[in-house]
């Protein structure tokens, strides 16, 4: 079992930054894949970015450029650093954890990210 806990989430104008925080605990498998999802209102979950424990990324079309996501392996903690934040960002942001061997799939309870002015 594994539990994640989402953190960073706000309120921001457009044009600025946010980082997000996702700490796993638990059964934490040695190769996985952990990322961020988003949804808004409406709208079905979409992949934000994504990072392996072999330091393999993938980011959104939508982001490339503007959002980055990274990992710190020894605290088993993923980031989103979320620059030139557009309306279009709003959306209850989700971290995702993927056990490639296992199979196993875990998913936080999401942290809200508004961008208005």
């Known amino acids: 079992q594994v539990q994640l806990v989402e953190s960073g989430g706000g309120l921001v104008q457009p044009g600025g930054s946010l980082r997000l925080s996702c700490a796993a605990s638990?059964?934490?498998?040695?190769?996985?894949?952990m990322g961020w999802y988003r949804q808004a209102p409406g709208e079905q979950r979409e992949l934000v970015a994504t990072?392996?424990?072999?330091?393999?990324?993938n980011h959104a079309d939508s982001v490339k450029g503007r959002f980055t996501i990274s990992r710190e392996s020894a605290k088993n903690t993923v980031y989103l650093q979320m620059n030139s934040l557009k309306p279009e960002d709003t959306a209850v942001y989700y971290c995702?954890?993927?056990?490639?061997?296992?199979?196993?799939?875990?998913w936080g309870k999401g942290t809200l990210v508004t961008v208005s002015s």
């Open positions: 995702n954890f993927q056990g490639i061997y296992s199979g196993e799939r875990y």
């Open positions: 638990g059964s934490i498998f040695s190769i996985n894949v």
């Open positions: 990072m392996s424990s072999l330091g393999t990324t």
